[in-house]
């Protein structure tokens, strides 16, 4: 498995330190980065209160990823709201009902499926002028405002050695799970200048890349 948001909650293994089955890999901590991702938003847009999150049914991470979106969000200090998409003909429906709730900023996750549609949800947020958080810096690079995430490029290439070593014998249960050592946070002036948003100066200077 690879950039896995919660593998230990979605039932795929045991613990990290042991998965104990047949099945290994990497994670990106995608529940441990919720809290951390609001936070970012906030520091960014203070006035922010009602966060959309986009979510999957059909990803397993995406159940355990609720279950700390609704822990961390009154210490936060924010409201969700569950956006679910789990198939094509269900993105513009959500998304009109999401807007009628007024959210003030949208999470989007590192999810396949919603990767896939990736450039109509940057579309849409940019036409309803709504901030939106990503975890794929790519994303960014595309239009985004701004993300926060590990390098899914790396994660894949750390995982050939998962393959390499599985190919000469050694069983899944006994290699680790890897986790992400260096996270990277992305800012898109241009967009936060055609939200009308001036980025805050502390956090153009944290950011790993700043697009102009």
Known sequence: MIAIGDP???????????????????????????????????????????????????????LAYLEEWRAVAPKLGIEPLFVEVGRSDQLESAFAAMMQKRPDALSVTADPF?????????????????????????????GGLM????????????AA??????????KPADLPVEQPVTFELVVNL?????????????????ADEVIE
């Open 8 to 62: 230990v909650r979605a039932g795929f293994v045991r613990s990290l330190a042991r998965p104990g089955g047949n099945i290994t890999g990497n994670t990106i901590l995608g529940t441990e980065m919720s809290a951390k991702r609001v936070q970012l938003l906030k520091e960014f847009i203070p006035g922010v209160l009602r966060v959309a999150f986009l979510w999957n049914p059909n990803n397993a991470s995406h």
């Open 114 to 142: 919603h990767l896939s549609h990736i450039g109509w949800v940057i579309d849409f947020v940019a036409k309803n002028r709504l901030p939106a958080m990503y975890v794929v810096k790519d994303n960014v690079v595309a």
């Open 147 to 158: 993300s926060y995430g590990p390098s899914l490029p790396d994660l894949y290439r750390r």
């Open 161 to 170: 050695g998962y393959v390499h070593k599985i190919l000469q014998g050694t």
């Open 190 to 206: 241009r967009t936060a200048r055609a939200l009308g948003l001036e980025v805050p100066p502390t956090l153009l200077v944290r």
